[in-house]
């Protein structure tokens, strides 16, 4: 990598990993193992970075393709919460790093990975009070901010997350759909990528019929960007009804 700032360094190692994770989840039968990806960014941590950057969402390969993570890969996702900590939880948690370290572990949990006492995760007791039920409940009710403040949680937007902000996404797909469109008007794909994902989620028995055209629509105008095509593709498959 030609950077040298640190901070576009993990954010170079970000697009690389998310196009992979992406080529992964669009070909289930393609090979995708983690912690040699991650070996072969580099030796500075930047992947374990990059790996931080996208949270739950790195798994997705695994839990959309009924694939397995080795123990190499759920290794590779352990030292990146330790080389990378969620910001301290006093005076107040950063309740957007509590909300994606929840549904990281929930997701782990799927494979039996039990990640409570992982150092570098937003603590437990943070993610159970705050986000796990809470984060919801804090979010600024009107619709453009609420829309924002929902794409930043887009890991979130997976199969098995239940909880009040899955709940309140369902409760307001006008909102999802409104803050989809505006951004796409902004041409923020990635923004809109994310809220057409929630969309997506719930798609099966609450069809929004300019999810289509749209996602349609960001494939065409996203092109080279890595972070918008995963989110895209997470929504493909999650608009399909056996999803």
């Known amino acids: 990598m030609l950077t040298s700032s640190p901070s576009a360094r993990v954010e170079e190692a970000t697009q690389v990993l998310a196009a992979d994770a992406a080529s992964a989840l669009a070909a289930p039968g393609r090979a995708f193992t983690l912690q040699r990806r991650v070996a072969e960014l580099d030796d500075s941590g930047t992947g374990l970075g990059a790996v931080r950057v996208l949270g739950a969402d790195i798994l997705a390969p695994y839990v959309l393709c009924d694939r397995v993570p080795g123990d190499d890969d759920i290794a590779v996702v352990r030292e990146a919460a330790r080389a990378y900590p969620a910001p301290p939880v006093s005076p107040t948690p950063d309740l957007v790093w509590a909300a994606r370290d929840w549904a990281l572990r929930r997701v782990l949990a799927r494979f039996a990975v039990d990640a409570t006492t992982w150092e570098g995760l937003s603590p437990a007791a943070a993610v159970d009070s705050d986000s796990g039920e809470g984060i919801a409940a804090s979010i600024d009710e009107r619709w453009p901010a609420w829309s ?87 929504a493909h498959l999650l608009k399909e009804p056996k999803r």
């Open 148 to 234: 924002v403040a929902y794409a930043r949680l887009s890991p979130l937007a997976l199969p098995g997350l239940v909880g009040a902000t899955r709940n309140e996404a369902g409760r307001r797909r006008a909102d999802l759909s409104r803050g989809m469109v505006r951004s796409m008007l902004r041409r923020d794909h990635l923004t809109a990528a994310r809220l057409a994902r929630w969309l997506a989620l719930d798609h099966s028995t609450a069809p929004e019929p300019l999810l289509t055209p749209a996602l349609e629509h960001m494939a065409m105008l996203a092109t080279g960007e890595p972070r918008t095509a995963l989110e895209l593709t997470i």
